[in-house]
């Protein structure tokens, strides 16, 4: 609703501005780069490779964490096995790419032993 508002308003002042010359109206949306996040237990980690069909290929790792019964899959760029220990409950965040997200943190929770 308020686009369409900001449509009209500037469809009016563009019509009642004939005599000015050339009227230019522009918009920039950049909101910046925020991190996404995952959290779970590590249940699988897998190097491999993916490509974009163009000749660009790079390495990646696959993380499969477990949260509450939800099986969540993320692809980060590089080599990063060493970050996603087997059972290790943990929180990355990352932000996302086209063919792999890039790695920004990892926390690593404490184990809860269970008698």
Known sequence: M????LSVLIFVVAALLPGCG?????FVSNPGVVPSSITGTVTIVQLGFKGDGQGTVENVTVVTLVDLGLVKT??????????FPIS??????????????????????PSVKRS
């Open 2 to 5: 308020t686009r369409l508002v």
């Open 22 to 26: 050339a009227v230019f109206v522009g």
């Open 74 to 83: 993320t692809t980060f760029c590089g080599d990063q096995r060493t970050l």
């Open 88 to 109: 290790q409950s943990l929180r990355a965040e990352f932000t996302s790419g086209t063919l792999c997200s890039t790695l920004v943190s990892v926390a690593f929770f």
